[in-house]
């Protein structure tokens, strides 16, 4: 059996640490590649009479059947209007799934909570928002929570989230911390 020489064995050394630092630039250094098309997460949160209630990630709009089918599916079967069936569900809908009768159930579509909206980073809407929903965005006090539904209940509504600097304590650092958290839904 023939052993390397010393040369030998230094030349196969530096290609060893060549071949280490490409490697280790292409894994921790190189930027992301940015892919073809960035999907967007649609929660919908389904409870009730549904086999496996809970939150579910869907990565296009669900139908009202795609989300009570992702759920398991009704514990016993009832009776849904079809033409309700296809509507198509948007981000942060509350499925509440009730039986009516032996042969009817009813769903109702209502808007998760606030702290599970904040959690998947779905904005609050201005107009709709209590001022206990509004402390938990971070740099929202009681007070400042307080202004914010007096000017919505002076003015009726919020027009647009930038309405926001026209209230005491919001300056435009305040605004930008806070203008991601917010939306003016119709």
Known sequence: MKYLSLCQQRILF???????????FIFFYS??????EITKEIVIEI???VRK???????HFPTLKEAIEKAGGLKEPGLFDQDSFSES???GTLLNVRKESQQEARIKIETMEAHKLLV???????????REDLCLIPGIGESLAREIITHRERRKRFRLVEELKNIKGIGEKKY??????????S
């Open 53 to 59: 209630p809970g939150v579910y990630i869907f990565q």
């Open 176 to 185: 930008e911390s806070l203008k991601n958290f917010l939306i003016v839904g």
């Open 120 to 130: 998947f980073n779905i904005p609050l809407d201005l107009n709709r928002v209590s």
């Open 89 to 91: 569900l948007k981000t």
């Open 14 to 24: 530096v290609l060893a640490l060549f071949l280490l630092g490409i490697l280790t």
């Open 31 to 36: 930027p992301p590649v940015p892919s073809e």
């Open 47 to 49: 409870l009730g009479e």
